[in-house]
């Protein structure tokens, strides 16, 4: 077993807690919390020698390429992949690309399919794989996951937009720390949501921020949802 490094905060990078990965993607507390621990921390900390996790206020927190991650592992997980093929696909994908964070890299999300329990892996060709190469598919049309997603020029994921595009809440870790926002400002959906429930008018929320009803229609909706 390696020795692993404990990931530190980076300005730019998000700070997320287990209350807000169960928050921002919809994901039961008690599943991130098993999910963090045993595979980011303990499996995948282990195999490539780094912590994914910090401590904040008594609660471990993740940086954003690995909420993305989390967001991937879940969706494959509801298409119903088995987890002993994520975290296979995890590692195999790792190692093929370099990269810490695999299930958010633009190449390969883009390239990820599910059929059944199996995570599937789209060739240049056309052709399309399990991860390990074991088997070859021929597929037409399967769901991509990665279609709220904005990528840097590293290929990492940038931002998330967990209601999607067409919904002004995003997680951008440029602001609020990643925290979801009102696209283009520093205005945190949390605190128009907490406006709402103390039964302000949306017009008059819209007003003192300078911000479209519709947006805060939005985050009113993004918080119902997440609640």
């Given at each position: 077993?390696?020795?692993?490094?404990?990931?530190?905060?980076?300005?730019?990078?998000?700070?997320?807690?287990?209350?807000?990965?169960?928050?921002?993607?919809?994901?039961?507390?008690?599943?991130?919390?098993?999910?963090?621990?045993?595979?980011w921390?303990?499996r995948f900390?282990?195999?490539?020698g780094?912590?994914?996790?910090?401590?904040?206020?008594?609660?471990?927190?993740?940086?954003?390429?690995?909420?993305?991650?989390?967001?991937?592992?879940?969706?494959?997980?509801?298409?119903?992949v088995?987890?002993?093929?994520?975290?296979?696909a995890?590692?195999?994908?790792s190692?093929?690309?370099?990269?810490?964070?695999?299930?958010?890299?633009?190449?390969i999300?883009?390239?990820l399919?599910?059929?059944?329990?199996?995570?599937?892996?789209?060739?240049?060709?056309?052709?399309?794989?399990?991860?390990?190469?074991?088997?070859?598919?021929?597929?037409?049309?399967?769901?991509?996951?990665?279609?709220?997603?904005?990528?840097?020029?590293?290929?990492?994921?940038?931002?998330?937009w967990?209601?999607?595009?067409?919904?002004?809440?995003?997680?951008?870790?440029?602001?609020?720390?990643?925290?979801?926002?009102?696209?283009?400002?520093?205005?945190?959906?949390?605190?128009?949501?907490k406006?709402?429930?103390?039964?302000?008018?949306?017009?008059f929320?819209?007003?003192?921020?300078?911000l479209?009803?519709?947006?805060?229609?939005?985050?009113?909706?993004?918080?119902?949802t997440?609640?």
């Amino acid at each position: 077993m390696k020795n692993t490094i404990q990931t530190k905060p980076k300005l730019g990078t998000g700070i997320y807690t287990l209350p807000d990965i169960a928050l921002i993607l919809g994901i039961p507390y008690p599943k991130v919390v098993r999910w963090v621990n045993s595979f980011w921390n303990d499996r995948f900390g282990s195999r490539y020698g780094q912590s994914y996790t910090w401590t904040v206020d008594l609660t471990k927190a993740v940086n954003f390429p690995t909420l993305i991650e989390l967001f991937t592992f879940y969706q494959l997980s509801n298409a119903g992949v088995s987890t002993r093929e994520l975290l296979k696909a995890h590692e195999i994908l790792s190692v093929q690309y370099n990269t810490q964070y695999p299930f958010a890299t633009k190449k390969i999300l883009e390239s990820l399919r599910t059929e059944g329990k199996k995570v599937l892996f789209e060739q240049k060709d056309g052709s399309i794989y399990t991860v390990d190469l074991t088997k070859q598919f021929k597929l037409n049309f399967i769901r991509e996951f990665y279609i709220n997603l904005d990528f840097g020029t590293d290929s990492l994921a940038a931002r998330f937009w967990p209601n999607g595009k067409d919904k002004s809440v995003v997680c951008d870790p440029h602001h609020q720390f990643g925290q979801p926002t009102i696209e283009g400002t520093n205005i945190q959906s949390e605190t128009l949501y907490k406006m709402y429930l103390a039964e302000e008018p949306v017009e008059f929320i819209a007003d003192l921020y300078e911000l479209p009803v519709i947006q805060v229609e939005n985050a009113i909706e993004f918080h119902k949802t997440a609640a």
